[in-house]
C-alpha cells in the first residue's frame, strides 16, 4: 500500500467520524432542549447514541485496517532448471565405460 493511499484512507476515516459524533452531539444537544429530562433518561439516550455511533466507528476502522494491510508480494513463478544435458550424457558414458 501507497503511503498516499493510506494517507487518503485515514484523511477520510477521520472526516466520517468527526462528522458522525457531530450529529451525535448534535442531535443529543436538541432532544435535551426539547422538553425536561431526567438524568437517567439523558444517560439511556447518551449512551445508546454513543453506542450506534461507535458501532459505525468501529466498521470504519476495520475498513481503515484493511486498507492498510500490505498485500503479500506475488513471486513469478519459475520453471525448475533444466536439466544438465551435457553432465548427464558424460555421466552416462562414464558408467558405461566403467563396465
Known sequence: ME????????QAFVGQADAQFHDLAQGLGQWVLASPRTLAEVEQHTL????EVG???LAGACQ??????????TTP???PPAP????????AQYQFAAN
Open 3 to 10: 503511503h498516499s493511499t493510506a494517507a487518503v484512507a485515514l
Open 48 to 51: 445508546a447514541a454513543i453506542k
Open 55 to 57: 458501532q459505525q466507528v
Open 64 to 73: 481503515l485496517a484493511v486498507v492498510a494491510t500490505p498485500t503479500p508480494p
Open 77 to 79: 513463478r519459475t520453471q
Open 84 to 91: 544438465d544435458v551435457a553432465s548427464a550424457l558424460r555421466s
